[in-house]
C-alpha cells in the first residue's frame, strides 16, 4: 500500500458527505467516531491484491431507513470474510438479486458510477474500529488487516465490473 497524501480529519468528514448526499445519519457518525478515535486519514493507494484482502464487516441489507429497529433487520454475516471471498459468495448465490434486492440494486447503481467514474472513495481503517457498530460484531481485530468503514456496495460494484477507475481514491484512517 502506497500513502500518497495525508488529510484531515475534516477532508475526510467532507468527502464522506459528498459522496452519501450529505446525509447526517448513523453511518456518518460512525465515520466520525473512528476518525475521532485515530485521528489521522490518508490517502492510498492498493494493488488489486490488496484490495482483494480487504476485510470485510457484516452487512445490514440495505435496511437503512430501518437502522435502529432491530426487529425485521436482515443481517448478512459477511464479517471476517475478504473482499474476493464475499464477491465469490454473492455471485454463486443466483437467488441473491431476488432475495436481496434493494443490496443488489445498489451494487447495480455503484457499477454504472464506478463507470462514469463518480462516487469514487472507498473508506478503510487500518485494524477493526474500538467504535461500537454492530457491523463489526464478531471480528477479530488484526491490526494489520483493512477494514471496509464505508463504501460497501461499491467495493462489490468494482471487483465485478474488473474496472478501477483512475480518480478512485482510498481514504485510511490509522
Known amino acids: 500500500m502506497e500513502t500518497t497524501k495525508q488529510i484531515s480529519k475534516e477532508k475526510a468528514l467532507s468527502i464522506y458527505l459528498k459522496e452519501n448526499g450529505n446525509i447526517k445519519g448513523p453511518d456518518y457518525k460512525h465515520y466520525k467516531r473512528i476518525l475521532k ?34 426487529k425485521g433487520i ?11 471471498d ?9 437467488q441473491y438479486p431476488k432475495k436481496y434486492p ?10 454504472k458510477l464506478l463507470l462514469k467514474n463518480t462516487k469514487n472513495t472507498i473508506s478503510l481503517v487500518q485494524g477493526k474500529p474500538s467504535s461500537f457498530n454492530l457491523s463489526y460484531i464478531g471480528l477479530k481485530n488484526i491490526k ?9 456496495h461499491r467495493l462489490i460494484a468494482l471487483v465485478i465490473t474488473q474496472k478501477i477507475p483512475n480518480n478512485l481514491r482510498f481514504i485510511l484512517v490509522k
Not at 488489486?48 to 440495505?62: D, R, W
Not at 464475499?86 to 454463486?92: E, H, P
Not at 434493494?102 to 457499477?111: P, S
Not at 494489520?144 to 460497501?152: H, K, M, S, V
Open 144 to 152: 494489520e488487516n483493512l477494514y471496509l468503514i464505508d463504501g460497501f
Open 37 to 70: 478515535k485515530y485521528n489521522k486519514a490518508y490517502l492510498v493507494e492498493l494493488n488489486i491484491k490488496e484490495l482483494e484482502n480487504i476485510t470485510m464487516s457484516n452487512h445490514f441489507l440495505c435496511n437503512c431507513k430501518n437502522f435502529f429497529n432491530i
Open 102 to 111: 434493494i443490496c443488489w440494486n445498489k451494487i447495480e447503481i455503484q457499477k
Open 86 to 94: 464475499l464477491v465469490s459468495k454473492i455471485l454463486s448465490n443466483k
Open 74 to 84: 436482515i443481517w448478512e454475516n459477511f464479517g471476517g470474510l475478504k473482499l474476493k
